[in-house]
C-alpha cells in the first residue's frame, strides 16, 4: 500500500477548453477507477478551484492556468500509473473533441431530437411504457425509419394500424414486445452473441428466436440476419402482416440461404396462408412452429424450437448434436409431486409446455416475461427476482418436485442472472429437504460462447448449485418428462434427432 | 483566419433587445455540444462576449439565439463540430441578417413578477435539503460546501453587509465543479431568488437594495471565474435569466409545480440545476424570515411578453 509519501502527483492543462460539466464529472468518475489512482479531479482552473486544490494537496507546486483553461490532476500511487491516467483522460477529452459533436449530454428524449443527433439513422428503437409506445413509433414510421419496439402492454388496435401504416412504407415494426433482432449483424434487444452465417430467422417469439440462433451457432453455422415482429404478428387480429415484410426481405438478401420462421402456435387461417408464402420462398425454409406436427414437404415444419434449430443445422452442412437423457434408476425415481416451469422465456415456456403436454405429464408453467407479470417492472430477464421468489417458495409447496428453468443470456440480460437463480435453488432445496422432500431443479441456459456473462461460468454457478443443466430447452424438458414417467417421451417428434440435409 | 459561414436558422428565438448576432462580425467556436452551441466574440479579452445557441429543449438563455425547430440545430452543431479540433476558425453570421422578422420571435427573459407562495418555498427548501443529504454520485468536487454558503450571502445581501458580502463571494466566484463553478451557479439563483420576491414577498426596494450590493461587490470579482460563468453572472446581474431558471421560479407559485422543478433542475448539467436552486431557494427563504414580508399578491399577466 501506498503513503502519501510515496505517491506522485501529477497534472495537465487544457488551454481554453470547454466541457459541459456531465462529460467533466464522467472523466474524473473514470480516471478514479484505474487502479493505483487515489484521486483524481477535473474542474476549471480557477482561482478558487487552485486554492482548493491545494489545500486539498492536489495542486502540483509548478502549474500555472487560467479560469478559462481545464485542468486533469492525478494523485497516484507511482509515476507510471499517473501517467497512464491522464493520457486515457486525455485520449478521451480529444475523442469528444473529434467526435464533432458531444456525446456526453442527455440523450435525445424525441425521434426529433435523435435524428437531429444523427441524421443519417435509418432505425429507431422504442423501449417506453406501452402506452406511450405508439406516438412514438407513428412519429419514427412516418420519418421513413424502422422500428424496433421493446415495449409490451401496447394496445392491440395499435399495433394493426401502426404495422398496417410499415406494411404500406416498407418498413419493418419490429414489435410490439419484441425481444430480439439482429440486422446486418448489430444486435438489438435481447441477442445473442453469434457468428454470422447463412440461416436468416423471422421470428413471432424473442426467447424462441435466441434458444434457435444459440442452438445454431452451437452447431456450427450462424446467422444471416434475425428479425422479430413481435409475438401478436402471427394472431388473427394482425395476420402476419409482418412476417410476411420480414419473408420478403430475407428472400431478396444474399447473405441469407436458409430461413427459419419461428413462432408459437400461430392462428390457423394465418398459417395456412403463411405456410404457401414459405412454399414460394425460393429458398430452403424451416417453419419452427411450435406444438405443430413434423413434417418434410416443401416447407420443413418442426414443433419444437430444437427441432427447428436441429432441421436448419442439417440444411446448412453442420448437424446438431444434443445427447438424449439417459434413462437410468436415478433418473427414473418417482417424484413426489408435479412439475412446475418458471420461466423468463416465454417461448421457451411455451416449447416445455408443447413437450411435457404430449407426454402427458400436468404440469403448471409460468411464463413469468408475460405482460401480466411485468406491467410496471423489468422483465426478469433484466430483474431475476421476481423468479427468485416464486423458486423459494417452491421449496415449500409439497406439491412440487421438480422446477424447470431457462437462463437467458446475451445483450440486455442480466450480467450474472446465475447466482440470484442458484441462491434461491439452494434455499429451496434446503427447506424441502429439511421438509423430508427432495426438490429437483433442471433447465438449459440459453447463451453462447461468446455471450458477454460467460456461459461456461453462468452454468458451473447453477450446477454446483444441484440445478440438472442441458444443453437445450427440450431437452431439460424431456428430462422432466423421464422423471415424471419413468421414460422418454415415446412422441417422436418430441425426441431428438440426427437430421441430415 | 478562415471563417465557416453558417446559414440561418428556419426560425429562432431570441431576448429582446439587439439581435445577438448582430454584435460581432466574426465569433469564435467554444463549444459545440448536443443541445448547445457556444461562441465567442473576441478571444482572450475577459470582456469577450458570448453567445449560446441552443436548442429547443436547452430552451433561450441570456444573450442566446434559441433554433426551436431539431433539425436545424442538428445541422449546425454538425456544421460546427466537424470544425472542433482544426485549426482555429472565424465563424461568419452574416447570413443572419436576413433571418425575416416574422420568423423571430423576441422573449422578455427578465422575471416577475411572480406571486411566490410561502408554502411552495419550504416544500423547495425541503426537498432540496433532501437532494443535499450527500454528495452528487462522481462529482468531481462536491458541491455542498459552495452551496451552504448561499443563505449566509442572501442574509448578508439583505443586511447590505459588504464586507461579510465580499468575504462570501471570494469564496463562490469560480468555486466548484463544472464549466460555470458551483459557486457562480449560487449566486445567479441568490439573483433569480430575489428578482423572483420583488413586489411579491416583499417590497421591490429591499431586493433592489440587496442585489444593488451584491452587484458592486461582484462585479470587480468577475475576472475570476469562467468566461460562461462570467457571461451568467453578468446576464443576472443585468436582470436577465435562462428559461430554464424562469421555470423553475415560475414553480415556486405553485406548491404542487415544486416537485416537477426541482427534478427538472437535476437533470441541468451535473450540478448546476440543484446549485443555482440552492441559491434560490436560500435567498427566498431569508426574505420570508423577514417581518415585513408581505402576502402573495397576483402578478400583472401583462408585465411579460413573448412575441
Known amino acids: 500500500m501506498s503513503s502519501p509519501d510515496t505517491e506522485t502527483l501529477q497534472a495537465k492543462v487544457f488551454p481554453r477548453l470547454y466541457r459541459d460539466s456531465v462529460a467533466l464529472m464522467a472523466l474524473a468518475s473514470s480516471i478514479e477507477k484505474r487502479e493505483g489512482v487515489v484521486r483524481a479531479g477535473a474542474v476549471m482552473a480557477t482561482p478558487g478551484n487552485l486554492e482548493i486544490l491545494g489545500r486539498s494537496a492536489m495542486l502540483p507546486p509548478d502549474l500555472t492556468a487560467a479560469p478559462d483553461d ?44 435523435g435524428l437531429a443527433a444523427a441524421a443519417d439513422a435509418t432505425l429507431v428503437t422504442v423501449s417506453t411504457p406501452g402506452p406511450y409506445a405508439p406516438a412514438v413509433v407513428e412519429s419514427a414510421l412516418r420519418r421513413g425509419l424502422h422500428v424496433f419496439c421493446f415495449s409490451d402492454n401496447v394496445p392491440l388496435a395499435d399495433e394493426v394500424r401502426l404495422k398496417r401504416l410499415a406494411v404500406d412504407r416498407r418498413l419493418l415494426l419490429m414489435g410490439p414486445d419484441c425481444g430480439t433482432a439482429i440486422l446486418d449483424g448489430v444486435p438489438l434487444g435481447f441477442a445473442n452473441v453469434v457468428h454470422p452465417g447463412p440461416v436468416a430467422i423471422v421470428a413471432a417469439s424473442g426467447t424462441g428466436a435466441q434458444e434457435v440462433s444459440c442452438l445454431l451457432d452451437d452447431a456450427g453455422t450462424g446467422i444471416s440476419q434475425l428479425i422479430g415482429v413481435g409475438g401478436r404478428d402471427l394472431s388473427a387480429d394482425v395476420g402476419g402482416l409482418m412476417t410476411e415484410l420480414a419473408l420478403d426481405l430475407v428472400a431478396t438478401d444474399d447473405a441469407s440461404e436458409i430461413v427459419v420462421l419461428v413462432s408459437k402456435p400461430p392462428a390457423p387461417e394465418v398459417a395456412d396462408r403463411l405456410l404457401a408464402r414459405l412454399a414460394g420462398l425460393g429458398k430452403p425454409v424451416v417453419a419452427c412452429l411450435l406444438g405443430a406436427e413434423d413434417a418434410d414437404g416443401p416447407v420443413v415444419v418442426r414443433g419444437t424450437l430444437e427441432g427447428g434449430a436441429a432441421a436448419a443445422a442439417a440444411l446448412a452442412g453442420t448437424p446438431l448434436a444434443i445427447a438424449d437423457v439417459a434413462v437410468d434408476e436415478d433418473a427414473a425415481a418417482p417424484l413426489s409431486g408435479g412439475v412446475l416451469g418458471l420461466y423468463t422465456g416465454g417461448t421457451l415456456a411455451s416449447e416445455t409446455k408443447v413437450v411435457l403436454g404430449r407426454a402427458g405429464v400436468p404440469a403448471e408453467v409460468l411464463d413469468l416475461g408475460d405482460d401480466e407479470y411485468t406491467a410496471g417492472r423489468p422483465h426478469p430477464m433484466i430483474d431475476p427476482s421476481a423468479r427468485v421468489d416464486r423458486v423459494a417458495r417452491a421449496g415449500a409447496d409439497p406439491d412440487v418436485a421438480l422446477v424447470l428453468v431457462d437462463l437467458v443470456l446475451g445483450h440486455g440480460a442480466s450480467p450474472d442472472p446465475a447466482t440470484p437463480l442458484a441462491e434461491a435453488v439452494r434455499g429451496a432445496r434446503g427447506a424441502a429437504a429439511a421438509d423430508g422432500r427432495e426438490l429437483v431443479v433442471a433447465g438449459s441456459v440459453c447463451g453462447t460462447a461468446a455471450d458477454p456473462q460467460d456461459i461456461e461460468a453462468q452454468r458451473r454457478i447453477l450446477r454446483e448449485a444441484g440445478v440438472v443443466l442441458y444443453p437445450s430447452n427440450a431437452a431439460a424438458a424431456r428430462y422432466a418428462v423421464v422423471r415424471a414417467t419413468g421414460s422418454l417421451p415415446t412422441d417422436p417428434t418430441l425426441l431428438h434427432r440426427q437430421e441430415t440435409a | 483566419m478562415p471563417s465557416v459561414h453558417l446559414a440561418a436558422p428556419q426560425r429562432v428565438r431570441v431576448p429582446t433587445g439587439p439581435r445577438p448576432w448582430a454584435v460581432a462580425r466574426a465569433w469564435c467556436i467554444v463549444h459545440v455540444g448536443q443541445s448547445a452551441i457556444i461562441l465567442s466574440a473576441g478571444s482572450d479579452d475577459a470582456a469577450a462576449r458570448l453567445m449560446a445557441l441552443t436548442s429547443r429543449r436547452r430552451g433561450l438563455v441570456a444573450g442566446g439565439v434559441c433554433v426551436p425547430d431539431d433539425d436545424d440545430f442538428g445541422a449546425l452543431a454538425r456544421r460546427l463540430g466537424a470544425t472542433t479540433g482544426s485549426a482555429a476558425l472565424d465563424v461568419n453570421l452574416d447570413a443572419w441578417s436576413a433571418i425575416p422578422a416574422a420568423a423571430i420571435a423576441t422573449v422578455d427573459l427578465q422575471i416577475g413578477p411572480i406571486a411566490v407562495r410561502p408554502e411552495a418555498v419550504e416544500l423547495f427548501t425541503a426537498l432540496l435539503r433532501a437532494e443535499n443529504g450527500a454528495a452528487p454520485a462522481g462529482a468531481a468536487m462536491d458541491p455542498r460546501p459552495v452551496r451552504a454558503l448561499a443563505g449566509p450571502l442572501s442574509r448578508a445581501a439583505l443586511a447590505r453587509d459588504d464586507r461579510r458580502i465580499a468575504r462570501l463571494l471570494s469564496r463562490l466566484v469560480g468555486v466548484g465543479p463544472g464549466a460555470t463553478p458551483a459557486g457562480d451557479d449560487v449566486i445567479v439563483g441568490v439573483l433569480a431568488g430575489l428578482d423572483a420576491a ?53 414553480a415556486l407559485a405553485d406548491p404542487a409545480a415544486v416537485p416537477a422543478a426541482v427534478a427538472a433542475a437535476r437533470g441541468w448539467g451535473a450540478t448546476s440545476g440543484i446549485d443555482l436552486a440552492t441559491g434560490t431557494s436560500s435567498a427566498l427563504a431569508r426574505l420570508l424570515r423577514r417581518p415585513d414580508h408581505q402576502a402573495p399578491s397576483t402578478p400583472d399577466p401583462e408585465h411579460r411578453r413573448s412575441a
Not at chain 1, 74 to 97: C, F, K, N, P, W
Open chain 2, 198 to 250: 420583488a413586489g411579491s414577498l416583499v417590497d421591490e426596494a429591499v431586493t433592489r437594495v440587496a442585489r444593488d450590493a451584491l452587484g458592486a461587490r461582484l462585479r470587480p470579482l468577475l475576472a475570476r471565474t469562467t468566461a460562461i460563468a462570467r457571461h451568467d453572472l453578468t446576464a443576472a446581474l443585468a436582470g436577465q435569466y435562462a428559461e430554464h431558471v424562469q421555470r423553475t421560479v415560475a
Open chain 1, 70 to 113: 481545464l485542468v486533469l490532476v492525478v494523485r497516484a500511487q507511482d509515476e507510471q500509473t499517473a501517467s497512464d491516467a491522464l493520457e486515457a483522460a486525455t485520449a478521451g477529452l480529444t475523442a469528444t473533441e473529434q467526435s464533432g459533436g458531444p456525446r456526453e449530454e442527455v440523450a435525445p428524449q424525441t425521434v426529433r431530437e
